[in-house]
Structure formats: structure tokens, C-alpha cells
């Protein structure tokens, strides 16, 4: 065991900020404009406290659940989130790694540094593929089912392959991140395009990231309802829409068959001054009223702020940026010390609280400001 391994996700994070070069950990780090929002996605789990209850029997903790019917020891899972290389050599392998030895899933990111298949042949796990909807429908096609056919070539469809598609609708354009644009943010292209697209690597003219310009060239602002039926029509995986924020988007998603919702600002690089999205879950939680799972990203620093989501109604939780923090200070073994620590965490809560199960954890055990109000 190393000497002073960090304690909590808030050192890794002064780790990683010493680990990387300035550009790539304000890439990781930043938010969209005023950054509103990422304060807040964290902030606002500080406003939400919990009601303990004592003198329950708690010398055993379940934290197990399942997803899409898959099983998982805990409600912990990992976000999508672009360039891992820029963190650690290994990539998304060692975050993939780092996942399933938490018997955990991975979404791995359309943008990722790795290939598919080799993060798929890396180490057995369930994994879900993240999606965004190229303007090029044919690269966005082709990669989901790259993705999807792993599963039925390789014979273990217990292990390889990736289960579900994530398809992110919180992108139409990209959110001015103003940190990439002031950094003139380059990142390397996705291998997973090779011979499908190119991208000239000149620095543009016209100043601002090169991610900014090539988001303006890939991404479709037509984007919309009608390209969730298109992904239906080519794949038989099950989607799930991550950036939802509202009811009625809510509703719309259940009535289009997502197979579950994902209540994402995308970590606060959007849309500023979108709501945080532990404050938006309820909202959604209570239109999709269980006819599928409801997760929620953003701002989970803390196994409290896990306990917090579940007692909201979440199904699970992705965590990004703190997973991306333990690559960067210490590759695959920090990726895989953030979750066991979140894991670690939530199971103190839990016993704290008096759950003994994640169904034992209700609504009754927080307090939310909007409580305090009424
Ligand atoms: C992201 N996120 C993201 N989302 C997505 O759908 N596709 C992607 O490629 C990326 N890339 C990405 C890169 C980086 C560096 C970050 C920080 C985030 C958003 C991500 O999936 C998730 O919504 C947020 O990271 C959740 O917030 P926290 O946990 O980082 O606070």
C-alpha cells in the first residue's frame, strides 16, 4: 500500500490538477460561460441534508442493484467522458479496467481515445457506448454497431460487447467553454474515426478551441425526436437519453422508448444556468413515474451525495470528472480508488442512516430546501 493515498475525491482533484498541464486539467475541470452551473451541481447536494434513523441493525449493507436487468454491487457507475489519454497513456483501457474491477459498468465515451474493440477485449465487463449524432449519420451508424456486433462475434455476450447505447441529447452545439477557447484546446481525434473522417489539424484561424471547431463541423443541430426513432431503427441495443432536465422532456423520452433517462447537464459544459441536476431529478423522477430507471450525473463527490440521488428516486449515478481525477494521479489503480471509496463512502451512509438495502433508502431520509419551504 502506498503512504498517503488520498482520502477523498477532493484530493485527488489537487492530484490531478498537479499531474496535468494547465490545458488539459481546465478541460476536465471546466464548465460552460459563468460556470454557474458547476457550482451549483455541487452546491446544491450541500443544501439537501439527511435524516439519520438509529438503532436499526446495520451489521450488514447491501449497496447492490441492477441496471437494464444487469447486477451491480453498487449504484455507482461510470460517465462518459472524452480523451482519457490525456489523463494516463492507457486511456479508456485503464479506466475499463479500473471499472470492472469494481464489477462496475463503463460508458465509454464516443470520443474516446481507445477503440472500441480494444476497450471491449481489455477486461470483462458490462459496458454501454455513448453516441452522438454526427451530422455524418454513417459515423455515428457505423460505430454503434461496431459497438453492438462485438457482443454476438465474440460468444460471451455475458462480457464483451457493450449492452446499451447512451445516446447524449444535451449537444446540438457545443457549450462555450471558455477556459478550451481562451487554452485554444486541441485533443487528439478519436481512433474509433479512422477511415471514416478526417479532421485537419491546422489551428484555426478564426481563434478559439480546435474542439470548438470541430463540434461546429460534427455536430448536427438537427438533432431531434425523430433521430431517437432513426437509432431504433438501426440498432436492437436499448437507449437510454442522457441530458434531460425536465418533465416534459421527461414524458417525451418515455413516450419515444428510451429505455431510461439520464438527468445530465453534462457536467455543467453546456448550457449555463441549467438547473443542477440533483435539484432537476425529482422533477424527473416523478413523470417517468418507474416505467423505466431515471439516473442522474453531476456534481457526486460523496457517497452522501450518492445517498442523496437514491433517496430522490435515482436509479443509479454516473460519476465523471472524479473518475477522470484517480486517472490522472494515479492511472488505473486511482480510477479504481475513486469509485471504492465513493462505494466505501455510500456504505457508511447507508449503515448511518439505518439502510441496510438501497430499497431502504426513501425519499424520508433527506430534506430538501424545497422541504424547508413549504
Ligand atoms: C464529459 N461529459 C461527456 N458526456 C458525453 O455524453 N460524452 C462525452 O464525450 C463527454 N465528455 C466529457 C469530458 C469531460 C472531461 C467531462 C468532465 C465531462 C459529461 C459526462 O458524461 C457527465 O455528464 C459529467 O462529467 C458529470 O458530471 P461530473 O461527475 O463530472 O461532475
Same mark, same amino acid.
Request: aromatic fraction near 6%.
Given at each position: ?21 494547465k490545458?488539459h ?24 441534508l439527511l ?11 447491501d449497496m ?24 494516463n497513456?492507457?486511456?479508456?483501457v ?28 481489455s477486461?470483462?465487463?458490462i459496458r ?5 449524432v ?5 459515423v ?15 460468444? +460471451?455476450?455475458?462480457?464483451?460487447? @457493450? !449492452? $446499451?447505447?447512451? *445516446?447524449?441529447v444535451?449537444?446540438?452545439?457545443? #457549450? /462555450?467553454?471558455e ?16 477511415g ?8 484555426g484561424?478564426?481563434g478559439g478551441?480546435?474542439m ?31 441530458g434531460i ?13 428510451a ?41 457526486? +463527490?460523496?457517497?452522501?451525495?450518492? @445517498? !442523496? $440521488?437514491?433517496? *430522490?428516486?435515482?436509479k443509479?449515478?454516473?460519476v #465523471? /470528472? ?8 494515479r ?25 441496510r ?8 431520509h433527506?430534506?430538501?430546501e424545497?422541504?424547508r419551504?413549504?
Amino acid at each position: 500500500m502506498e503512504d498517503n493515498l488520498p482520502v477523498n475525491v477532493r484530493e485527488y482533484q489537487e492530484l490531478a490538477k498537479k499531474a496535468l498541464p494547465k490545458m488539459h486539467y481546465d478541460y476536465i475541470n471546466g464548465g460552460a460561460e459563468d460556470e454557474y452551473t458547476l457550482r451549483e451541481n455541487i452546491a446544491a447536494y450541500g443544501r439537501i441534508l439527511l435524516r439519520p434513523r438509529v438503532l436499526i441493525d446495520v451489521s450488514k449493507i447491501d449497496m447492490s442493484t441492477t441496471l437494464l436487468g444487469y447486477n451491480m454491487p453498487s449504484p455507482i457507475i461510470v460517465a462518459p467522458t472524452g480523451s482519457h489519454k490525456l489523463a494516463n497513456p492507457e486511456g479508456e483501457v485503464a479506466t475499463a479496467r479500473a471499472a470492472a474491477a469494481c464489477k462496475t459498468i463503463m460508458v465509454l465515451s464516443f470520443s474516446s481515445n481507445c477503440k472500441i474493440e480494444e476497450v471491449a477485449s481489455s477486461c470483462d465487463a458490462i459496458r454501454f457506448y455513448q453516441l452522438y449524432v454526427y451530422k455524418r449519420r454513417d459515423v455515428s451508424a457505423t460505430l454503434v454497431r461496431r459497438a453492438e456486433s462485438l457482443g454476438f462475434k465474440a460468444r +460471451r455476450a455475458e462480457s464483451l460487447g @457493450f !449492452k $446499451a447505447i447512451v *445516446l447524449t441529447v444535451d449537444t446540438p452545439v457545443l #457549450g /462555450r467553454r471558455e477556459a478550451d477557447i481562451r487554452n485554444r484546446m486541441v485533443f487528439p481525434l478519436s481512433p474509433n474515426f479512422e477511415g471514416l473522417m478526417s479532421f485537419d489539424d491546422e489551428p484555426g484561424t478564426e481563434g478559439g478551441s480546435k474542439m470548438e471547431r470541430f463540434a461546429r463541423e460534427t455536430l448536427d443541430p438537427s438533432l431531434s425526436w425523430k433521430d431517437v426513432e432513426w437509432l431504433k431503427s438501426i440498432t436492437s441495443l436499448p437507449i437510454l437519453l442522457k441530458g434531460i432536465v425536465t418533465a416534459e422532456d421527461a414524458r417525451k423520452a418515455v413516450d419515444a422508448g428510451a429505455a431510461g433517462v439520464i438527468v445530465s447537464n453534462h457536467g455543467a459544459r453546456q448550457l449555463d444556468y441549467a438547473p443542477p441536476t440533483i435539484a432537476a431529478l425529482e422533477e424527473v423522477v416523478k413523470a417517468v413515474a418507474g416505467v423505466v430507471p431515471v439516473m442522474v450525473d453531476g456534481g457526486v +463527490r460523496r457517497g452522501t451525495d450518492v @445517498f !442523496k $440521488a437514491l433517496a *430522490l428516486g435515482a436509479k443509479a449515478v454516473m460519476v #465523471g /470528472r472524479p473518475v477522470f481525477y484517480g486517472l490522472a494521479a494515479r492511472g488505473e489503480a486511482g480510477a479504481r480508488h475513486v469509485i471504492e471509496m465513493l462505494n466505501k463512502e455510500l456504505e457508511v451512509a447507508m449503515a448511518l442512516c439505518g439502510c441496510r438495502s438501497v430499497a431502504e433508502v426513501t425519499r424520508r431520509h433527506v430534506v430538501t430546501e424545497g422541504d424547508r419551504i413549504r
